[in-house]
């Protein structure tokens, strides 16, 4: 691997590092109920919450067998409507497309995947899944699987430091809650509006048209893609808004966005491990911990396979190549008819429909015949 490579590393990883410090202190802050600066704000949204569950609910103490069943138990009825929205999808509303219903195994993958943090896709989202199915059944679970991972984590620390026998290890719903309301919503906002500036669509239209040099009209997906794909690196979730996942340029449309979301996936299993430390009152104990776990990134990175050149030349061609990044000039070479609320991404020559009259290099490209029958610049 090459010192430029090996620079990036290291600065991303003491970009995460130095935001992990603050980060693990004001998930024990949201833990242990301390008083943060945004109390005032929260505290009127998450009593409201409560109101609906029942303040009951959300306020008594629980046991290990108590916490595991109310979290077994919410996470069954979220998968079930889930799973009732992928099957009922042509009959819900956001389906311009008119997308048909979501075939009920692969709708029950689907939803077992999302709801338990898997993220498992066995399906293109931008041809199959409405806007509604997008936000309902794929974003909103990206939040709470995440908050729920967070919340059981929470309960194992507290473990190490309650006197009652394990009688009290918080409680679930307001845990939930207060991990949602106060963390993870408040950065997909922040990090959705930046998204945005640099390029990825955020609307509720489903295509823009464009013309492409060789002719004819090529309908490009858009819709809600900045709001799944903030949340999808900050829960450490994956899937994606298209079939290629982030390699899609309206996914991650810049190098800085690249960096962005690197770092965001890596921002909160850090920041638990500093919150661990704060918690048990230990803090060597994390230092042992993130040591750890940072050898084991620098090891890992130099395993990785490096693309060929000739690989990095041709990666602008294949949505989804894993050499993508590679290829920095990426240009638009068709112009587009778009509503004024969409701000699509400027390397946007790639999409993932085809155009309706392709050219013949563009018809040569399927996978099976590409050896035998492109020229020998697309071989």
Same mark, same amino acid.
């Given at each position: 691997?090459?010192?430029?490579?090996?620079?990036?590393?290291?600065?991303? #990883?003491?970009?995460?590092?130095?935001?992990?410090?603050?980060?693990?202190?004001?998930?024990?802050?949201?833990?242990?109920?301390?008083?943060?600066?945004?109390?005032?704000?929260?505290?009127?949204?998450?009593?409201?919450?409560?109101?609906?569950?029942?303040?009951?609910?959300?306020?008594? $103490?629980?046991?290990?067998?108590?916490?595991?069943?109310?979290?077994?138990?919410?996470?069954?009825?979220?998968?079930?409507?889930?799973?009732?929205?992928?099957?009922?999808?042509?009959?819900?509303?956001?389906?311009?497309?008119?997308?048909?219903?979501?075939?009920?195994?692969?709708?029950?993958?689907?939803?077992?995947?999302?709801?338990?943090?898997?993220?498992?896709?066995?399906?293109?989202?931008?041809?199959?899944?409405?806007?509604?199915?997008?936000?309902?059944?794929?974003?909103?679970?990206?939040?709470?699987?995440?908050?729920?991972?967070?919340?059981?984590?929470?309960?194992?620390?507290?473990?190490?430091?309650?006197?009652?026998?394990?009688?009290? #290890?918080?409680?679930?719903?307001?845990?939930?809650?207060?991990?949602?309301?106060?963390?993870?919503?408040?950065?997909?906002?922040? #990090?959705?509006?930046?998204?945005?500036?640099?390029?990825?669509?955020?609307? #509720?239209?489903?295509?823009?048209?464009?013309?492409?040099?060789?002719?004819?009209?090529?309908?490009?997906?858009?819709?809600?893609?900045?709001?799944?794909?903030?949340?999808?690196?900050?829960?450490?979730?994956?899937?994606?808004?298209?079939?290629?996942?982030?390699?899609? $340029?309206?996914?991650?449309? %810049?190098?800085? %966005?690249?960096?962005?979301?690197?770092?965001?996936?890596?921002?909160?299993?850090?920041?638990?491990?500093?919150?661990?430390?704060?918690?048990?009152?230990?803090?060597?104990?994390?230092?042992?911990?993130?040591?750890?776990?940072?050898?084991?990134?620098?090891?890992?990175?130099?395993?990785?396979?490096?693309?060929?050149?000739?690989?990095?030349?041709?990666?602008?061609?294949?949505?989804?190549?894993?050499?993508?990044?590679?290829?920095?000039?990426?240009?638009?070479?068709?112009?587009?008819?778009?509503?004024?609320?969409?701000?699509?991404?400027?390397?946007?020559?790639?999409?993932?429909?085809?155009?309706?009259? $392709?050219?013949?290099? %563009?018809?040569?490209?399927?996978?099976?015949?590409?050896?035998?029958?492109?020229?020998?610049?697309?071989?």
């Amino acid at each position: 691997m090459s010192m430029p490579s090996w620079m990036q590393i290291g600065i991303t #990883l003491l970009i995460v590092f130095l935001l992990s410090i603050p980060a693990g202190r004001y998930l024990c802050a949201v833990v242990t109920e301390r008083r943060t600066l945004l109390n005032p704000l929260f505290d009127r949204v998450d009593n409201a919450i409560y109101l609906l569950i029942g303040r009951r609910a959300a306020s008594r $103490p629980m046991n290990w067998r108590a916490f595991t069943f109310h979290m077994l138990a919410t996470n069954l009825v979220m998968a079930v409507i889930i799973y009732l929205i992928l099957v009922l999808q042509d009959r819900l509303p956001l389906n311009p497309k008119n997308f048909p219903a979501m075939e009920p195994m692969l709708a029950f993958n689907t939803a077992i995947s999302f709801i338990t943090n898997t993220d498992w896709q066995g399906y293109a989202g931008e041809t199959t899944l409405s806007n509604f199915s997008q936000m309902a059944a794929i974003t909103f679970p990206m939040f709470t699987s995440a908050a729920t991972g967070f919340v059981v984590a929470m309960a194992f620390i507290r473990a190490f430091i309650v006197k009652d026998g394990g009688a009290n #290890l918080g409680n679930f719903y307001r845990d939930l809650i207060r991990f949602t309301t106060r963390v993870l919503l408040p950065i997909s906002l922040v #990090l959705s509006l930046f998204l945005i500036s640099q390029g990825s669509p955020q609307t #509720l239209d489903v295509e823009v048209i464009a013309h492409p040099i060789q002719g004819g009209e090529q309908g490009i997906a858009i819709g809600s893609v900045a709001a799944l794909e903030t949340i999808k690196h900050i829960g450490t979730n994956g899937g994606g808004f298209f079939n290629a996942n982030a390699a899609h $340029p309206f996914e991650n449309p %810049t190098p800085l %966005t690249s960096l962005l979301l690197a770092v965001s996936m890596a921002l909160l299993p850090s920041a638990l491990v500093i919150c661990f430390g704060e918690m048990i009152g230990n803090r060597r104990q994390a230092c042992v911990l993130y040591g750890v776990m940072a050898a084991m990134v620098v090891m890992f990175a130099r395993r990785q396979p490096r693309c060929s050149s000739r690989a990095a030349r041709r990666s602008w061609r294949r949505t989804g190549s894993s050499c993508r990044r590679a290829a920095i000039n990426r240009v638009a070479i068709w112009k587009a008819r778009r509503p004024a609320s969409v701000l699509p991404a400027a390397a946007s020559l790639l999409s993932s429909r085809r155009p309706s009259r $392709p050219a013949a290099s %563009t018809r040569c490209m399927t996978a099976s015949r590409r050896s035998a029958h492109c020229p020998p610049s697309w071989a």
